[in-house]
C-alpha cells in the first residue's frame, strides 16, 4: 500500500471525482500510470471560454466517466502496489503542461513553470532556493522589515532560511497586514485561493474558492506559527523615521510605540512590506468632516455602529463596496450608494461558493491533484489574458478596445450587465463603464452586485455629490439626502508609498521630496541614494489581470537574496542602484505601460498617481517579472563597503 496515502472508500471516491477538475484528472492518470493517451485524444482536450465558461473546458459526460474510470483503477493500484512510475521526462512534462494551457508553451517557460511544479522531489518555490550565503557575512547584516503582512512574514521566512537576523516591527496587536486591518462585512480575496497563498505552503483546506478575511487571516498566522516568527516581531510598534548614517553604512530606524515611547534601532538594511493599500482615502469633498452621525472608512470599519433600521449613505462603489454593500443591505433601513464611475464586472458565479467535502477530499488525497489544480489557476490567469489587452495595430478602434478579442470580451460582459439589469435600462446604464476593461480594477461578480442594487431599500445615485453636511449629503442637483450614518468606500492612498514615514538617505537625501509624488524603483525593489532599503509591493509591482500579487513578492524576496549574495561574494555591505540603471528601467516600464488600456484609458483609477503617470502596475509577463527576479547585474549599483 503506498506510504501515508489513506485507505480508499471506492464509493466516496467515486462521488467524489465527479466534484474534480476533469483537465486535471487528466494530468494525474499521467502521473499514476505513465500513460498520455488522454493528452493526445481530442475528446479530452479542454477548450475554455473566456467569460462564464464551462470550468471543465467542455469535456463531454461520456469523455469525463471514462476518464474518472481511469483514475480510479489506476488510484486503486497504487493503493496496492504504493509504486508509481518514473516521474515524467522533459518532453512529457511539457506536454502536459501544454495540455493544461490548451496551447503549446513556448521553452522560454520552461524554467519557470517547472519551479510551480516540484517534480523530483525537491520545492525549489521557496525564494532563494538555491542560493547560499556566506554565515559569517549574513550575520552582520541584521534586517529590519517593517510591517508583519503578507509580504513581511515572507520576508521573515526568506531571511530565517538565509541564516539572516531580523526583526519584524508591525503598528498592529497582531500580524496579518491588509487582512488584520480590512474586517468589513463581506472581506474577501479576489484572487482564487489556491494561487493567493504562498507557493511552498499549498493550503489544501481552503473552505472557499475565494476564502474570507477570516480564513485569510487564520492563514497567515498559521505559517508565521510555523517558521517561528512571533518571536521575531515586535508589535504595537510604528516605524516613524529611516535614517542613512553615510559614514557607517548603516540605517537608524526610529520608532514609536502604543504608549508614544520612542526608541532607535541600528541595522544594516531594511525591507519596507507595508503595501500599496494601507492608508485609507478619504474623499475630498467639501465638509467631509461636518457629518453629525457616525461615520467611517470601510477598512477601518466600526463595528459598534449598529446599522439596524439606520439610513446608510455609501460614498464609493471600488472593490470593497461591492463585498460590504450587499453584506449590509438586508440590515439597514435604507442604503444610497453614491458612484462616481461604474467598475467592469468579471463574471465569477462561484465567488461565494463553498468547496464542496468532495473537493477537499480530492485536494487532500489525490496525489498530484492539488499541484497541478495551483498550475491550471496560475496558467488561466497568468501571462494568457495579457493578450487581451495589448494593442494591435492594424486595430482601429483603441477608444472601445485594443484588439479585436478584448472587442468581444467587453460585448459579452456588457451583455451580462445588461442580464442582470434584467430590463432596468437606467440601472443597466450607471453599471455600464464608458472607458475600456482593465482601465481600472475590474471587480468579480457573481450576480450579487445587481440584485442587490434593486432592492426596494437600495438606490445607487450617479449624480454626483457637492457637499457633505451635519445632517446628510447635498447632491449636484442641489437635493439634500439625509442619513444617519456614512460608510466611505473610496479606497486608498495607493500613490503614498511609505507614507507617513520620513526617509532620508545618502547625503540626507529625503525620499518623498525626491519623489514628489511619483514612486519609482528599479525592478520595482531599489531606489538610488537609499542603499540597502528594499520595497516589497513597491512600485510597479502591483498587478491587474494576471496570477497573484504572492507571486510577485515571492519574486522580490528572490532578488533581495541575489542581491545579499553578491554583496557577500565582494565582501560589502551595501548596495546602492545607480541613477542611470534606474532611470532606463522606468523608461522602459513607462514605455510598456503607456501600451496597456490602465495607461491610456479614461478611467478615474488609482493607477494613476497626479502626475498622470502609472506608478502602481506591472505591465508585462509574469515570466519578465521572474526572470528580472534571478539576475543582479552588478554593473546596476555601487557597491559600498
Not at 439596524?308 to 454593500?325: D, H, L, P
Not at 464586472?345 to 492539488?370: C, D, S, V
Amino acid at each position: 500500500m503506498a506510504d501515508g496515502m489513506p485507505v480508499l472508500d471506492e464509493s466516496y471516491l467515486s462521488a467524489a471525482l465527479e466534484h474534480a477538475h476533469h483537465p486535471t484528472l487528466a494530468i494525474v492518470y499521467v502521473h499514476l500510470t505513465g500513460d498520455t493517451r488522454f493528452l493526445t485524444d481530442a475528446r479530452f482536450k479542454p477548450e475554455y471560454e473566456p467569460i462564464n465558461g464551462d470550468p471543465n473546458g467542455k469535456i463531454s459526460e461520456a469523455a469525463k466517466q471514462e476518464l474518472r474510470d481511469a483514475v480510479t483503477s489506476a488510484l486503486l493500484a497504487y493503493q496496492e502496489s504504493g509504486k508509481l512510475p518514473s516521474q515524467p521526462d522533459r518532453t512529457t512534462l511539457k506536454q502536459m503542461m501544454d495540455y493544461v494551457a490548451t496551447e503549446e508553451i513556448p521553452d522560454e517557460y520552461h524554467n519557470f513553470l517547472t519551479q510551480e511544479l516540484p517534480m523530483d522531489g525537491v520545492d525549489k518555490r521557496m525564494p532563494g532556493h538555491g542560493i547560499k550565503i556566506d554565515q559569517s557575512w549574513a550575520k552582520q547584516h541584521k534586517m529590519i522589515i517593517i510591517g508583519a503582512g503578507m509580504s513581511g512574514l515572507l520576508a521573515g521566512i526568506v531571511f530565517k532560511n538565509q541564516g539572516i537576523p531580523f526583526e519584524i516591527l508591525e503598528k498592529n496587536p497582531e500580524l496579518g497586514g491588509t487582512w488584520y486591518d480590512n474586517t468589513y462585512p463581506g472581506c474577501r480575496v479576489d484572487s482564487p485561493n489556491h494561487i493567493y497563498s504562498y507557493s511552498f505552503e499549498a493550503d489544501h483546506d481552503w473552505p472557499h474558492h475565494f476564502s474570507t478575511q477570516e480564513h485569510l487571516l487564520e492563514y497567515f498566522r498559521t505559517v508565521a506559527d510555523k517558521y517561528g516568527l512571533r518571536e521575531h516581531i515586535r508589535f504595537n510598534t510604528e516605524v516613524t523615521r529611516l535614517s542613512w548614517s553615510d559614514a557607517a553604512n548603516t540605517w537608524t530606524v526610529t520608532i514609536r510605540d502604543k504608549d508614544g515611547k520612542q526608541d532607535q534601532i541600528v541595522s544594516r538594511g531594511v525591507v519596507s512590506a507595508v503595501g500599496q493599500l494601507n492608508q485609507p482615502k478619504y474623499p475630498d469633498i467639501k465638509g467631509v468632516e461636518t457629518f453629525a452621525g457616525p461615520s467611517f472608512h470601510s477598512a477601518r470599519w466600526d463595528h459598534s455602529v449598529d446599522l439596524s433600521g439606520k439610513k446608510v449613505g455609501v460614498i464609493g462603489t471600488g472593490a470593497s463596496a461591492y463585498q460590504f454593500v450587499p453584506e449590509i443591505a438586508d440590515k439597514v433601513g435604507s442604503m444610497r450608494v453614491f458612484q462616481r464611475t461604474a467598475g467592469w464586472m468579471a463574471p465569477t458565479p462561484e465567488y461565494h461558493e463553498a468547496l464542496t467535502p468532495e473537493k477537499l477530499y480530492l485536494m487532500k488525497n489525490l496525489p498530484f491533484y492539488q499541484m497541478w489544480y495551483r498550475f491550471f489557476l496560475f496558467i488561466a490567469m497568468g501571462d494568457a489574458p495579457l493578450m487581451y489587452l495589448v494593442k494591435d495595430p492594424a486595430w482601429n478602434d483603441y477608444g472601445y478596445a485594443p484588439n479585436e478579442m478584448a472587442a468581444e470580451i467587453r460585448r459579452l460582459i456588457e451583455g451580462y450587465i445588461s442580464e442582470q439589469a434584467g430590463g432596468d435600462e437606467r440601472l443597466r446604464q450607471a453599471m455600464t463603464p464608458d472607458f475600456q476593461i482593465a482601465g481600472k480594477r475590474s471587480l468579480r461578480d457573481n450576480g450579487i452586485w445587481a440584485s442587490t442594487l434593486k432592492r426596494d431599500n437600495v438606490e445607487l445615485d450617479t449624480t454626483g455629490i457637492r457637499e457633505i453636511t451635519p445632517k446628510g449629503i447635498i447632491t449636484e442637483d442641489g437635493v439634500e439626502h439625509e442619513f444617519d450614518v456614512l460608510i466611505f468606500g473610496t479606497g486608498f492612498k495607493a500613490q503614498d508609498f511609505l507614507f507617513p514615514m520620513k526617509v532620508s538617505g545618502r547625503h540626507g537625501q529625503d525620499l518623498h521630496e525626491m519623489w514628489k509624488g511619483d514612486a519609482r524603483a528599479y525592478k520595482g525593489v531599489t531606489v538610488p541614494n537609499f542603499p540597502n532599503l528594499y520595497l516589497m509591493y513597491g512600485p510597479n509591482t502591483n498587478i491587474v489581470v494576471n496570477a497573484s500579487i504572492i507571486f510577485f513578492s515571492e519574486s522580490e524576496a528572490h532578488y533581495m537574496v541575489e542581491l545579499m549574495k553578491t554583496m557577500s561574494e565582494k565582501g560589502v555591505h551595501a548596495a546602492d542602484v545607480t541613477k542611470e540603471a534606474h532611470d532606463a528601467y522606468n523608461q522602459f516600464i513607462d514605455a510598456a505601460n503607456a501600451e496597456m488600456p490602465w495607461g491610456y484609458a479614461e478611467a478615474n483609477s488609482w493607477y494613476r498617481n497626479a502626475n498622470g503617470r502609472v506608478a502602481q502596475n506591472w505591465p508585462l509577463r509574469l515570466i519578465d517579472f521572474w526572470n528580472q527576479s534571478r539576475e543582479v547585474k552588478e554593473e546596476a549599483y555601487e557597491f559600498l563597503k
